[in-house]
């Protein structure tokens, strides 16, 4: 197994982690504490616009290992899913301005109680995008979300079957975002990591604690749960990722702390745990 990391020249901070700030305060955040990546959510970005955005980033000197998020294609209506379509279709060009390494796809929930149709759509949705998406030079990374989460945020719930569907299209294109979060209970996971060789976009780290302080906002940090970082940190590795490991944590507890007291804590986290 991999020993402990002793620089954080691959951490990039998910500015999910740091909710409550502003995309240029993050950006500043992560110049105050050495680091040279950052994860952006659209949302933030759109707070100020993608020009403005793009240049925060560019002055700061740091570099995007992901734009967060694109995908949610399933809709019951053909103009509902249309429109689904059309903001992926935005989110790659804000993602191309950001000089992303890879659009992260949160597949969406079923519209209605037919999941085999959602799932359909989900296929349909990155086929419809893809051509966009190389155009613009920007890979889409599927992210399969546990499966709690299923029936609010994506009918993707496996590494495996994250695989299966990313495999229906070239791997220059689409490829695979790996959330321990996600994955960690997985009987086989590190068989599907090594099957995920060549695709992996993305690694993304937090932990599970017991009992888990809620669903969306249930992550903790890195060494106060059960998952095994280091053990999936070193698969992902044989399988071929070096790129950045984003720290991805959604917690209210930590989202209501000094931004600069939970950056330090994430730091030494991520070199005494992954």
């Known amino acids: 197994m991999n020993a402990p990391f002793t620089t954080t020249d691959r951490l990039s901070l998910n500015q999910i982690t740091l909710n409550r700030l502003t995309l240029r305060e993050s950006a500043e955040s992560c110049v105050r504490h050495n680091l040279k990546w950052i994860a952006p959510w659209r949302n933030r970005v759109q707070e100020i616009g993608i020009k403005e955005a793009a240049t925060i980033l560019r002055d700061h000197g740091l570099k995007v290992s992901s734009l967060c998020r694109g995908g949610f294609f399933p809709a019951p209506t053909e103009p509902e899913r249309q429109s689904n379509i059309d903001d992926n279709l935005r989110a790659i060009e804000e993602a191309a301005e950001l000089e992303a390494q890879c659009l992260v796809l949160v597949c969406g929930p079923a519209p209605g109680r037919d999941i085999d149709a959602a799932r359909q759509m989900v296929e349909d949705g990155i086929a419809a995008i893809l051509p966009h998406a190389q155009a613009h030079k920007v890979p889409l990374g599927i992210e399969p979300l546990h499966p709690m989460?299923?029936?609010d945020r994506s009918v993707i719930v496996t590494l495996a079957q994250a695989i299966d569907l990313a495999e229906k299209f070239p791997a220059?294109?689409?490829?695979?975002?790996?959330?321990?979060?996600?994955?960690?209970?997985?009987?086989?996971?590190?068989?599907?990591?090594?099957?995920?060789?060549?695709?992996?976009?993305?690694?993304?780290i937090s932990d599970w604690s017991v009992p888990l302080p809620g669903i969306?906002?249930?992550?903790?940090?890195?060494g106060d749960g059960v998952i095994e970082l280091r053990r999936i940190r070193t698969a992902v590795e044989n399988a071929g990722y070096h790129g950045p490991i984003e720290v991805e944590i959604m917690n209210e507890s930590l989202w209501?702390?000094?931004?600069?007291?939970?950056?330090?804590?994430?730091?030494?986290?991520?070199l005494s745990h992954v």
């Open 216 to 222: 969306v906002t249930g992550r903790s940090m890195m």
């Open 172 to 204: 220059d294109g689409v490829g695979l975002v790996l959330d321990v979060f996600h994955i960690w209970w997985d009987p086989h996971l590190y068989t599907e990591i090594h099957r995920s060789k060549g695709r992996i976009l993305g690694f993304h």
């Open 256 to 270: 209501s702390q000094p931004p600069d007291s939970v950056l330090e804590q994430t730091i030494d986290r991520y």
């Open 149 to 151: 989460f299923a029936a």
